[in-house]
Every structure is written in structure tokens, then in C-alpha cells.
């Protein structure tokens, strides 16, 4: 079975500062796939960037990146030089490759304050 | 702005009614997910399909719940006999491979 956990329910941070999130997965799998979505105020959903596990070097996505540490199960998100727009609730998902549902864990709410 | 498009936005029910809901999914996307998000923003995967193939769902023993994405006709989520325990946003996404997913705006089911 896959699980997706994220421990931090809230972060709030100044703006056009550096934010991490934290997200740490289950899978039985030996190859996977991650993901970070975000979820606006409207509730709209938007993707935002994916590391496939068998890829070493981390993932980058515009002004958002990924901290991968596979020994650790874990995947963080990394967005620099945060905007106001940023405040979202952030989730972190996971397909294992012989398994064609997505998991998503219970989301970071992220709030940007000027 | 979504490409993947979510019929009705919002739906009110009274319980015991039969709650539709519709989506169709972005262009040459072959593989379609409908997931239910509660109050808390969870996200519950209720099933997806690749075509008109069933992928993977849950267990709908309950019957209450039937799905279907016809060939050239958009995809359905059906509740039969809607309880307040349903009311929740039904997440309509579609994907080239699988993987990465493309949401709709959803479509908000409140069970009175």
C-alpha cells in the first residue's frame, strides 16, 4: 500500500523569502513517481513538479525545486523568492509504477505574508 | 485556465437522490481520475480508467456509487441514493500516461 504523509498542517513565511515543505512516502515499489500540486484559494489545482525515483538529480521547476533523499523516503518542496500569489495549500502525491492510483497526503497550508 | 471541464459546478441533494456529475477530459488524454476531497482536503481516489477501461477503483460495495467514460461522450460519476456523508468536491483529473494529472475545477455536492 502507498502512503503519503505530511506533518506540517501550516506554514507562514515573509515574503520573497525561501520555504521548504516537508513530505515523507511509503511504497513497496522499487520505482515511483512524486509529485507536488497546489490547491489555490479558488480551488483550483495546479501541478507543479514531479521526480521520477530512479532519477538522482533533483527536480526544478521554475522558482520551485525538490529536495529528494530516497534513503529517507522523502521529498521536499523548495520555493525560492515566495510571492504573495504563492499562499496555497500544497500537496504531495505518489504513484507507485505497479500501482495506477495516485495518493495524496493531507496538504501544507502555506500562507505569504508582505 | 483548466482544459479539463466539470459539469454542473455545484449540485444540491436531498438525500436519497441520485447526484451526476460530468467531465470531460483534456484533449488526447486516454487515462481519466475521480477522486473526493472532504472538508479536511483529503483526497479519496474512487477510480480511474484509461479509455473506456476501468484501471483501478475502490470498493463500491455499496453500489451507490457507478462511474463510466464512454467512447465519444464525456466521463460520469453517479451517487444513486446520495447521503450527507457524500457531500464533498468530486475532482475530475486527466492524464497523458498516468502520471502527472490535470484537474477540473470539481463539482461541489452538498447532501441536505
Known amino acids: 500500500a502507498q502512503k503519503v504523509t505530511q506533518t506540517q498542517t501550516s506554514i507562514s513565511v515573509m515574503e520573497k523569502t525561501t520555504v521548504t515543505m516537508d513530505c515523507v512516502y511509503e511504497t513497496r515499489d522499487s520505482s515511483y513517481f512524486l509529485f507536488w500540486y497546489k490547491q489555490t484559494a479558488s480551488g483550483e489545482i495546479v501541478f507543479l513538479i514531479r521526480?521520477?525515483?530512479?532519477?538522482?538529480e533533483n527536480a526544478t521547476e521554475g522558482h520551485y525545486s525538490l529536495n529528494f533523499q530516497k534513503p529517507k523516503s522523502s521529498i521536499g518542496l523548495i520555493i525560492t523568492a515566495t510571492q504573495i500569489e504563492d499562499s496555497a495549500v500544497y500537496f504531495c502525491a505518489m504513484r507507485g509504477y505497479g500501482n495506477e492510483k495516485i495518493t495524496f497526503g493531507a496538504g501544507t497550508k502555506l500562507t505569504i505574508k508582505p | 485556465n483548466s482544459k479539463v471541464i466539470q459539469t454542473p459546478r455545484y449540485l444540491v441533494k436531498g438525500q436519497g437522490q441520485k447526484a451526476k456529475m460530468r467531465c470531460i477530459p483534456e484533449k488526447g488524454h486516454p487515462v481519466v481520475f475521480w477522486y473526493q476531497q472532504n472538508k479536511n482536503n483529503e483526497f479519496k481516489f474512487l477510480i480511474n480508467?484509461?479509455?473506456?477501461?476501468?484501471?483501478?477503483q475502490i470498493d463500491m460495495t455499496e453500489k451507490r456509487f457507478s462511474a463510466e467514460c464512454p467512447s465519444n461522450s464525456p466521463c460520469s460519476l453517479e451517487i444513486q441514493s446520495s447521503e450527507a456523508g457524500d457531500s464533498a468536491l468530486y475532482l475530475c483529473?486527466?492524464?497523458?500516461?498516468?502520471?502527472?494529472?490535470?484537474f477540473g475545477e470539481g463539482s461541489r455536492l452538498i447532501v441536505v
Open positions: 521526480q521520477d525515483s530512479y532519477k538522482k
Open positions: 483529473a486527466s492524464s497523458l500516461s498516468g502520471n502527472t494529472l490535470y
Open positions: 480508467f484509461q479509455n473506456q477501461e476501468v484501471l483501478q
